[in-house]
């Protein structure tokens, strides 16, 4: 089947303490991204990879670091999370342009920072 | 700098009723409009994607069209059941760049 993967689901963390949440796709996808959403924020893009080892920042992108070493790996990496930082993330990938350029998305990772 | 409306933000129909959810971007220089579902707690269900060359699509009881000179779209979902309680997002491709500008969502209730 094909999909988005995250994990984990679900984490409680304190703040400083690093943290990775993985994502992988299997559809083969160059380009994956990552988004937060917070109540009356919507929907925010932190950081993108238009392929492996490229990466780029979007909105929000402070607080945050990505690696793209595999085509099918997108990990987020929060090195001192802070409290701000307690959010609904989301992964999602999608083809290059010129083919259907469907994003897909996967399920979320609910983030506490305490 | 993209901005997506959507309204209303929140909307209360009867079962059966055909309802229309809308959607505004302020730059009409797209590369596609993806309408996206999402359950509360849980991920993003894409729905429709029209690219800026197209003006609808039709998935079911979904039919999605696009305005792009007035930056509009519009999401209508015929007969509404209560199955398609959810938040509606739309969001919006640039021409250049990937990243997506979601509107701030509009959140369907269909009472029995």
């Known amino acids: 089947e094909a999909q988005v993967t995250q994990n984990p689901r679900y984490l409680i963390t304190v703040t400083g303490k690093k943290l990775t949440v993985t994502c992988s796709q299997n559809?083969?996808?160059?380009?994956m991204s990552w988004y937060r959403q917070d109540p009356g924020l919507g929907l925010r893009q932190i950081y993108y990879?238009?392929?492996?080892?490229?990466?780029d920042k979007g909105d929000v992108p402070e607080g945050y670091k990505v690696s793209r070493k595999e085509k099918r790996n997108f990990p987020l990496i929060l090195e001192s999370p802070s409290p701000n930082q307690t959010s609904l993330y989301f992964c999602a990938s999608s083809p290059q342009r010129g083919q259907i350029n469907e994003q897909f998305f996967g399920p979320g990772t609910r983030l506490t920072v305490l | 700098k993209q901005e997506v409306t959507q309204i209303p933000a929140a909307l209360s129909v009867p079962e059966g009723e055909n309802l229309v959810l809308n959607c505004s971007f302020t730059?009409?220089?797209?590369?596609?409009l993806q309408w996206f579902r999402q359950d509360p707690g849980k991920g993003l269900t894409s729905l429709l994607l029209?690219?800026?060359?197209?003006r609808e699509q039709t998935s079911g009881r979904l039919n999605a069209s696009l305005d792009k000179s007035s930056g509009r779209s519009t999401l209508y979902i015929a007969a509404s059941q209560p199955g398609d309680s959810a938040t509606y997002l739309c969001a919006v491709r640039p021409r250049r760049g990937n990243m997506l500008t979601f509107g701030g969502g509009t959140r369907l209730m269909v009472k029995p």
């Open positions: 029209i690219q800026s060359s197209q």
């Open positions: 730059d009409s220089a797209i590369y596609n």
């Open positions: 559809m083969n996808h160059e380009y």
């Open positions: 990879s238009m392929n492996v080892e490229v990466t």
